[in-house]
């Protein structure tokens, strides 16, 4: 799979072939753009380096501020000013975290520093990167876990330069920029230095190598050189005070000359920096081919993990790129926490849960279950340590929480692992953390009340009580396991039972349809309150959107009434956005498998592909890939209820690791599916040799391996109808109906459009 990633894939606007059939239904609202970037990444690591332009949202490429719709243009053309580090990777609407530590190769006067250069000639596979600029220097770079090597190829004159500054970071959209609160380097030896920035609350530390005979080194401030200086120490910078500053290597190149530059980083001082860097390198240098040739072994042990089979190289393309995407992030750093000083796991770039809770993470236990049980503590020890578990986590201190967008999701990976039985995890700790953050911020409310606004939230925090029960069940609190199935059943109150639909509230980036259709623990009791199967399905339908006309999607700077009546259609945002990503697999409960086959089909073949603009919408860290990576191989995981659903996978034959063992999925019948060509449905299923009526398996058999067989055909067929998926309500209880004792609304909640806010993903 190493050799079919395009980084490439979803760094520019969407680019897809008109869409046909269903697909052509969906309206898109967020930003027609997978926001990816191309730089050299880590699994799961902590650095990431790329070209600075200072584009919209990862500083890579040439988009300005959007929100919405087509996004517009900064510049034409690949542009960078040079390389910076700390990227993030498809993020929505993030706007100015990280890209800290520029270094331009230079060959004009150091009053040009922040000029950009046009990009020729890049390439890039997983672990490296590489552009020519119009200088005629002739960029790479690679990183490691906690490192980053730079590696230019200068042509012949009498003053060239490696620039690092220290001073900027951010984007170059409005109120982008990141300024350093405080900052400090110095030369330590010929070749050496060190220093520190704190951005936005968090010590950041950088050890440099540089091995260049004859080149000067100094460092410079406001742009102007310090030859006799060693040390610069800036203990109150301010946005009307900054000036750049930083420390260069300049002298003369011959032509084809290369200067290899090597960083370590640390949260943790400049020391640990060196220590770090020292490490990723084994103190070889120069360390570029080996340090590229270990990063480059371990993307392929990540990437080789799953097989698939096709003949279309394009198809394949999509696949091991999607499955690259989705192990870019979260950030692992372990020993790394800058707020506290214990040693121990410790993560960011959580950027958000409410983005990767539903796809990456289980993809991440499935393929890598004791780096998902280092999250699980990572999470819990924040958690202890700041008073909250995060919907989402920066490297910042006071991360911002991202609380508008949900409630209790980090509950679903807890539940997972624990009914999986994963060991590393101390379950009474953890129980601790899980009941009370359930308390805070909106739970209060839904305690006092029975609901919250947002009602999503109410969503939220009863699937959390529903997954934290498992948890008091395995430490033996029978009681408060007996008070959280209770509790649990609170959900019923976010709905309107003469619609059944969800209440009138606000919405974050969606509307009441994009929420109604989830994967609750109580779908049986659900489907009763929306007038049963024939009326659930009905609302599905017209959803995503059976038998409507088709729509035009938001250009460039779409205006508001053209939003409004967009939000107005309540339909399916065919995967450009998170909110309703699980929701074609409802109908696995109300007996209509194949519903679900058509809409997967459509979006699998007709929303992803390759080149620049091959992503309908934000990859958000991951979340939107690794939703692709699930449904083309048929299945999908209803988090934190331990469950897997089967469906028609798009792979003739494909094998992964799961948690405990090998799955192979292998089908007879199968057809290569095309854009626009014939669904296939599922006939027949057999796991381990054993006939399987139902459309589920349990995470626990699954996650043992083995093979599991689909039989497809042309037409829809009885598999899966009869034998749902399982729903779960306290024993003796009746199906739910809207609670009179919890209707008391604290105040009138008008219908909105939805919420868009800028600060979040």
Same mark, same amino acid.
């Not at 052509?24 to 880590?42: C, D, F, L, R, S």
């Not at 958690?383 to 949900?406: H, K, T, V, W």
């Not at 209770?486 to 019923?492: I, K, M, S």
């Not at 191989?633 to 034959?653: C, D, K, S």
């Given at each position: 799979?190493?050799?079919?990633?395009?980084?490439?894939?979803?760094?520019?606007? /969407?680019?897809?072939?008109?869409?046909?059939?269903?697909?052509? &239904?969906?309206?898109?609202?967020?930003?027609?753009?997978?926001?990816?970037?191309?730089?050299?990444?880590?699994?799961?690591?902590?650095?990431?380096?790329?070209?600075?332009?200072?584009?919209?949202?990862?500083?890579?490429?040439?988009?300005? $501020?959007? &929100?919405?719709?087509?996004?517009?243009?900064?510049?034409?053309?690949?542009?960078?000013?040079? *390389?910076?580090?700390?990227?993030?990777?498809?993020?929505?609407?993030?706007?100015?975290?990280?890209?800290?530590?520029?270094?331009?190769?230079?060959?004009?006067?150091?009053?040009?520093?922040?000029?950009?250069?046009?990009?020729?000639?890049?390439?890039?596979?997983?672990?490296?990167?590489?552009?020519?600029?119009?200088?005629?220097?002739?960029?790479?770079?690679?990183?490691?876990?906690?490192?980053?090597?730079?590696?230019?190829?200068?042509?012949?004159?009498?003053?060239?330069?490696?620039?690092?500054?220290?001073?900027?970071?951010?984007?170059?959209?409005?109120?982008?920029?990141?300024?350093?609160? !405080?900052?400090?380097?110095?030369?330590?030896?010929?070749?050496?230095?060190?220093?520190?920035?704190?951005?936005?609350?968090?010590?950041?530390?950088?050890?440099?190598?540089?091995?260049?005979?004859?080149?000067?080194?100094?460092?410079?401030?406001?742009?102007?050189?310090?030859?006799?200086?060693?040390?610069?120490? $800036?203990?109150?910078?301010?946005?009307?005070?900054?000036?750049?500053?930083?420390?260069?290597?300049?002298?003369?190149?011959?032509?084809?000359?290369?200067?290899?530059? !090597?960083?370590?980083?640390?949260?943790?001082?400049?020391?640990?920096?060196?220590?770090?860097?020292?490490?990723?390198?084994?103190?070889?240098?120069?360390?570029?081919?080996?340090?590229?040739?270990?990063?480059?072994?371990?993307?392929?042990?990540?990437?080789?993990?799953?097989?698939?089979?096709?003949?279309?190289?394009?198809?394949?393309?999509?696949?091991?790129?999607?499955?690259?995407?989705?192990?870019?992030?979260?950030?692992?750093?372990?020993?790394?926490?800058?707020?506290?000083?214990?040693?121990?796991?410790?993560?960011?770039?959580?950027?958000?849960?409410?983005?990767?809770?539903?796809?990456?993470?289980?993809?991440?236990?499935?393929?890598?279950?004791?780096?998902?049980?280092?999250?699980?503590?990572?999470?819990?020890?924040?958690?202890?340590?700041?008073?909250? $578990?995060?919907?989402g986590y920066r490297m910042a201190r006071g991360s911002d929480r991202f609380g508008r967008q949900g409630s209790?999701?980090?509950?679903?990976?807890?539940?997972?692992?624990?009914?999986?039985?994963?060991?590393?995890?101390?379950?009474?700790?953890?129980?601790?953390?899980?009941? &009370?953050?359930?308390?805070?911020?909106?739970?209060?409310?839904?305690?006092?009340?029975?609901?919250?606004?947002?009602?999503?939230?109410?969503?939220?925090?009863?699937?959390?009580?529903?997954? /934290?029960?498992?948890?008091?069940?395995?430490?033996?609190?029978?009681?408060?396991?007996?008070?959280?199935?209770?509790?649990?059943?609170?959900?019923?109150?976010?709905?309107?039972?003469?619609?059944?639909?969800?209440?009138?509230?606000?919405?974050?980036?969606?509307?009441?349809?994009?929420?109604?259709?989830?994967?609750?623990?109580?779908?049986?009791?659900?489907?009763?309150?929306?007038?049963?199967?024939?009326?659930?399905?009905?609302?599905?339908?017209?959803? *995503?959107?059976?038998?409507?006309?088709?729509?035009?999607?938001?250009?460039?700077?779409?205006?508001?009434?053209?939003?409004?009546?967009?939000?107005?259609?309540?339909?399916?945002?065919? $995967?450009?956005?998170?909110?309703?990503?699980?929701?074609?697999?409802?109908?696995?409960?109300?007996?209509?498998?194949?519903? /679900?086959?058509?809409?997967?089909?459509?979006?699998?073949?007709?929303?992803?592909?390759?080149?620049?603009?091959?992503?309908?919408?934000?990859?958000?860290?991951?979340?939107?890939?690794?939703?692709?990576?699930?449904?083309?191989?048929?299945?999908?995981?209803?988090?934190?209820?331990?469950?897997?659903?089967?469906?028609?996978?798009?792979?003739?034959?494909?094998?992964?690791?799961?948690?405990?063992?090998?799955?192979?999925?292998?089908?007879?019948?199968?057809?290569?599916?095309?854009?626009?060509?014939?669904?296939?449905?599922?006939?027949?299923?057999?796991?381990?040799?054993?006939?399987?009526?139902?459309?589920?398996?349990?995470?626990?058999?699954?996650?043992?391996?083995?093979?599991?067989?689909?039989?497809?055909?042309?037409?829809?067929?009885?598999?899966? !109808?009869?034998?749902?998926?399982?729903?779960?309500?306290?024993?003796?209880?009746?199906?739910?109906?809207?609670?009179?004792?919890?209707?008391?609304?604290?105040?009138?909640?008008?219908?909105?459009?939805?919420?868009?806010?800028?600060?979040?993903?």
């Amino acid at each position: 799979m190493f050799d079919d990633v395009d980084p490439f894939i979803g760094t520019g606007r /969407t680019d897809l072939p008109a869409q046909t059939g269903l697909a052509a &239904t969906w309206w898109w609202p967020k930003p027609q753009v997978g926001n990816t970037h191309p730089g050299a990444t880590y699994p799961l690591g902590m650095v990431s380096a790329c070209a600075y332009s200072g584009g919209y949202p990862t500083g890579y490429g040439p988009f300005d $501020l959007s &929100t919405e719709g087509l996004p517009p243009r900064l510049h034409d053309g690949d542009h960078a000013s040079g *390389f910076t580090h700390f990227q993030q990777s498809g993020t929505g609407a993030i706007r100015k975290y990280y890209n800290y530590f520029r270094v331009s190769p230079m060959l004009e006067p150091l009053d040009v520093l922040g000029r950009t250069w046009e990009l020729t000639e890049e390439a890039a596979n997983p672990g490296y990167y590489a552009a020519t600029l119009d200088s005629g220097v002739r960029a790479e770079i690679t990183v490691g876990p906690k490192s980053a090597i730079h590696r230019y190829t200068f042509p012949e004159h009498r003053d060239a330069r490696v620039v690092v500054d220290f001073s900027m970071g951010g984007l170059k959209i409005p109120y982008g920029a990141t300024v350093p609160l !405080r900052g400090h380097l110095e030369s330590v030896a010929p070749g050496v230095a060190q220093g520190e920035i704190v951005v936005e609350g968090a010590p950041l530390a950088v050890h440099l190598e540089c091995d260049v005979e004859g080149w000067r080194q100094m460092l410079w401030y406001d742009r102007r050189l310090m030859p006799g200086g060693t040390r610069l120490d $800036l203990d109150h910078i301010r946005p009307t005070t900054l000036r750049p500053f930083g420390l260069m290597w300049a002298g003369p190149s011959l032509a084809g000359q290369t200067v290899e530059l !090597r960083i370590g980083f640390s949260l943790r001082g400049e020391g640990q920096a060196r220590k770090n860097l020292h490490r990723d390198t084994a103190e070889v240098v120069p360390a570029f081919d080996s340090r590229r040739a270990d990063t480059e072994e371990q993307w392929r042990e990540r990437l080789d993990a799953i097989r698939v089979e096709t003949a279309d190289p394009a198809r394949r393309q999509v696949f091991a790129t999607a499955l690259y995407h989705s192990l870019i992030k979260p950030s692992f750093a372990a020993d790394e926490s800058p707020f506290w000083p214990a040693k121990g796991p410790w993560v960011f770039d959580v950027s958000t849960m409410w983005d990767i809770y539903r796809t990456q993470l289980p993809l991440l236990t499935a393929l890598l279950p004791h780096k998902s049980v280092e999250l699980a503590n990572a999470l819990l020890t924040i958690c202890e340590e700041e008073g909250n $578990l995060p919907i989402g986590y920066r490297m910042a201190r006071g991360s911002d929480r991202f609380g508008r967008q949900g409630s209790a999701l980090a509950h679903t990976l807890l539940s997972d692992i624990c009914q999986l039985g994963l060991p590393g995890i101390d379950w009474d700790w953890a129980l601790v953390h899980l009941a &009370t953050d359930l308390r805070r911020t909106y739970g209060e409310d839904y305690l006092l009340h029975g609901h919250a606004h947002p009602i999503s939230h109410t969503l939220d925090l009863a699937f959390g009580y529903w997954c /934290t029960r498992h948890v008091a069940s395995v430490v033996g609190d029978d009681a408060l396991a007996e008070e959280f199935d209770q509790l649990a059943e609170r959900w019923v109150n976010a709905y309107d039972a003469s619609t059944g639909l969800l209440k009138d509230s606000t919405y974050y980036e969606g509307t009441r349809h994009n929420y109604s259709f989830r994967l609750q623990h109580d779908m049986e009791g659900r489907i009763a309150l929306a007038g049963g199967d024939d009326r659930f399905v009905a609302l599905l339908d017209e959803f *995503f959107g059976y038998g409507a006309d088709a729509v035009v999607q938001p250009g460039e700077s779409p205006s508001s009434e053209e939003m409004t009546a967009g939000y107005e259609l309540g339909r399916f945002e065919g $995967l450009n956005n998170e909110p309703d990503m699980e929701a074609p697999w409802a109908y696995y409960y109300a007996g209509r498998p194949d519903r /679900t086959a058509e809409i997967v089909h459509a979006i699998v073949t007709q929303q992803f592909g390759t080149g620049r603009g091959g992503l309908p919408g934000n990859d958000d860290s991951g979340g939107l890939s690794s939703w692709y990576l699930w449904a083309a191989l048929g299945l999908f995981p209803v988090a934190g209820q331990n469950l897997f659903l089967i469906h028609p996978p798009a792979f003739r034959y494909s094998t992964m690791p799961m948690a405990r063992g090998s799955l192979t999925i292998d089908t007879s019948g199968f057809v290569e599916p095309t854009p626009g060509g014939p669904v296939q449905y599922i006939q027949s299923v057999s796991f381990n040799g054993a006939s399987l009526d139902s459309s589920w398996l349990s995470g626990t058999d699954l996650h043992e391996g083995g093979r599991l067989h689909i039989s497809l055909g042309p037409e829809p067929s009885d598999w899966g !109808r009869a034998h749902r998926p399982p729903s779960f309500r306290p024993a003796g209880a009746q199906p739910p109906h809207p609670n009179p004792t919890f209707q008391v609304e604290p105040e009138p909640i008008p219908a909105s459009a939805p919420e868009v806010i800028e600060e979040t993903s």
